[in-house]
């Protein structure tokens, strides 16, 4: 049988570390659904749409077919089990995240009890990278391209001049 992961967030925009656990999770699973959460009140730096293509550009050829992008703006284990999936990935940077992980997996499981959340550990160069502040960092000129892909970094100095 396919394993399918699902893997949420807000990817605004995709950083090395959002990119390691997709990685790591593609180790594990089949396919990978990315679900970009989106929130009419929340519209965020990037667009859906933008997200979406910076993700499929930055993938490896050879696993884009096993990775798809979705949105999603209802609870996360209905998103997920209307996917098929019987895996949520959460990446884990330090015990801030591991405190509010728990949180969110124990009422996760509560709710879809046949999804499985599966930690995945940051690996060590990836582990302070937020997009909170690569957002921050990016827009008052400083240089993304340490924290994400080189196609991200080139989208952000775009947005940046557009909103300069
Ligand atoms: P952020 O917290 O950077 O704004 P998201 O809300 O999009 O990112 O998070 C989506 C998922 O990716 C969460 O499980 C989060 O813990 C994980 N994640 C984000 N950044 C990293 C990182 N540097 N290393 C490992 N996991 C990460």
Redesign the pocket.
């Known amino acids: 049988m396919k394993r399918t992961a699902f ?6 925009p995709l ?4 990119l ?2 997709l990685l790591q999770a593609l180790g594990l699973a089949d396919e990978v659904i990315v679900a970009i959460g989106v929130h009419s009140s929340k519209p965020g730096l990037f667009t859906y749409d933008e997200r979406k293509a910076l993700i499929e550009k930055v993938l490896p050829e050879a696993l884009r077919d096993r990775v798809s992008v979705v949105s999603f703006d209802n609870l996360t284990t209905d998103a997920a089990a209307a996917a098929g999936a019987g895996m949520m ?5 330090d015990g801030s ?1 591991l405190d509010y ?1 728990m949180q969110l997996a124990g009422m996760n499981s509560a709710l879809a009890e046949d999804i499985q959340t599966v930690f ?4 060590a160069e ?7 502040l ?1 957002r921050q960092v990016a827009l008052m000129g400083g240089d993304a391209s340490l924290f994400v892909p080189e196609a991200v970094a080139e989208a952000l100095k775009i947005k940046l001049s557009e909103k300069s």
């Open positions: 893997y949420p967030g807000s990817f605004d950083t090395n570390g959002h390691d656990i990935i959460r990446g884990l940077r995240d992980e995945l550990p940051a690996s990836t582990r302070p990278i937020t997009a909170t690569v």
